[in-house]
C-alpha cells in the first residue's frame, strides 16, 4: 500500500456581519470570516493538505482567488473539486486530523454537525475525521479576535494492485 501525508495551514481574517462558514456549516456568529470564496478556513486547510500529500501543489493553483468563477464559491465545492483530483491518481482518504484556532465563538457544539458535513462531502466515514478547537489565550491575531486559523495533516493511500 502506497501511503502518503500531507499538511496544510491557513488564515482568514474576521470582520462583523460576514457569513460565518465552517467546516462545511454556517454558525451564527456577529463575525464570518473574508475570503474570495465562501472563507471556510477549516475546508480551506483540508484541501491543501490533500493536494500536498498527491503531490498536486495547493489550493491557490487549482483555484485561484483571482479567478472570478470562485468568487464566493462555496468551499465543499473546492473540497469535492479535490477529492476528484487526488483520487483520479489512484488514492484515497485514510483520515484528516485538523485544529482550528479561534477565540470565539466556542466551537465544540458544532463539531459534530462539521464532522457530518465533512464525511459526506467526503464520501467517507464519519470517523475518518477529527476536529479540534482551541484558543490562543487571548495572544496575536486570533486571541484579539481578528482572525482564525487552522492546521490539518491528512493520510491518504493507494491501495496495491492485487
Same mark, same amino acid.
Given at each position: ?23 462545511? *456549516? ?44 470562485? =468568487? ?13 483530483? *487526488? ?43 477529527? *476536529? ?12 484579539? =479576535? ?17
Amino acid at each position: 500500500m502506497n501511503i502518503r501525508v500531507g499538511q496544510g495551514y491557513d488564515v482568514h481574517q474576521l470582520k462583523e456581519g460576514h457569513p460565518f462558514w465552517l467546516g462545511g *456549516i454556517q454558525i451564527d456568529h456577529h463575525q464570518g470570516a473574508v475570503g474570495h470564496s465562501d472563507a471556510d478556513v477549516l475546508i480551506h486547510v483540508i484541501c491543501d493538505a490533500l493536494l500536498g500529500a498527491a503531490n498536486l501543489r495547493d489550493i491557490g493553483f487549482h483555484f485561484s482567488d483571482r479567478d472570478p468563477a470562485y =468568487k464566493g464559491i462555496d468551499s465543499k465545492i473546492l473540497l469535492r473539486e479535490t477529492l476528484k483530483l *487526488i483520487r483520479g491518481k489512484g488514492y484515497e482518504v485514510g483520515n484528516v486530523d485538523a485544529t482550528v484556532c479561534l477565540q470565539e465563538p466556542k466551537l465544540n457544539p458544532h463539531i459534530p454537525a462539521m464532522k457530518e458535513c465533512l464525511a459526506g462531502v467526503m464520501e467517507t466515514d464519519i470517523d475518518t475525521i477529527s *476536529i479540534k478547537a482551541t484558543t490562543t489565550e487571548k495572544l496575536g491575531f486570533v486571541g484579539r =479576535k481578528e482572525g482564525i486559523s487552522a492546521y490539518a495533516s491528512v493520510l491518504i493511500y493507494k491501495k496495491a494492485h492485487a
